[in-house]
């Protein structure tokens, strides 16, 4: 019964418009654009910082660092990874091998 309620009776909640509307203004208020002004301002001194930033390179030339060593794994395939076209109806992708026949006939 509470499934029913909660399902079919029970009202969704109002969402949000998710387009926003003109507000009839023909220019930024001054909010706005000192509000821009300061995102502006902060971003360049974010981005100033940035450029400062020295990186240090002594770790390349540590022993440990130098001692590292790939051990990274070759992997083969062994033949067996599925069928050729795994859409395909089954029985549709059998793949038929031709046999090699004597071309002189056999006598028994």
Same mark, same amino acid.
Do not use: C
């Given at each position: 019964?509470?499934?029913v309620y909660?399902?079919?009776?029970?009202k969704?909640?109002?969402?949000?418009a998710?387009i926003s509307?003109?507000?009839g203004?023909?220019e930024?208020?001054?909010?706005?654009?000192?509000?821009?002004?300061?995102?502006?301002?902060?971003f360049?001194?974010?981005?100033?910082n940035?450029?400062?930033?020295?990186?240090?390179?002594?770790?390349?030339?540590?022993?440990?660092?130098s001692?590292?060593?790939?051990?990274?794994?070759?992997?083969?395939?062994? /033949?067996?990874? /599925?069928?050729?076209n795994?859409?395909?109806?089954? /029985?549709?992708?059998?793949?038929?091998?031709?046999?090699?026949?004597?071309?002189?006939?056999?006598t028994?």
């Open positions: 019964m509470i499934l909660i399902f079919f009776i029970k969704s909640p109002e969402q949000p998710l509307t003109f507000s203004e023909a930024p208020s001054a909010d706005t654009s000192s509000q821009s002004s300061s995102i502006t301002k902060d360049l001194t974010l981005l100033l940035v450029k400062n930033i020295k990186l240090d390179n002594t770790i390349f030339s540590d022993v440990a660092f001692n590292l060593r790939d051990s990274s794994i070759v992997l083969i395939p062994d /033949g067996t990874e /599925g069928r050729p795994p859409f395909a109806p089954f /029985g549709s992708d059998v793949i038929v091998l031709p046999i090699n026949t004597p071309t002189s006939p056999v028994p």
